[in-house]
């Protein structure tokens, strides 16, 4: 992300996963509560707080 910024990117997509929801009915609706059970789905689940962070504070324009 910090990268990104320095070379003021056009846009920084993150490929968020339906993981983050822990076991979930399908089609999951993106209003269902986090609950990250597993290390990959906390993992996904920071890098995504961690892009939003960066668009907050430093306007780096994200898609998630």
Do not use: M
Not at 11 to 35: L, M, R, W
Not at 38 to 49: A, I, M, N, R
């Amino acid at each position: 992300l910090e990268c990104a910024r320095a070379v003021n990117v056009k846009k920084f997509v993150y490929a968020a996963s339906s993981s983050c929801y822990g076991v979930a009915d399908t089609p999951t609706n993106e209003n269902h509560p986090i609950q990250t059970k597993y290390p990959y789905s906390l993992s996904k689940f920071q890098g995504e707080q961690a892009a939003l962070h960066w668009h907050q504070v430093y306007s780096l324009p994200v898609k998630l």
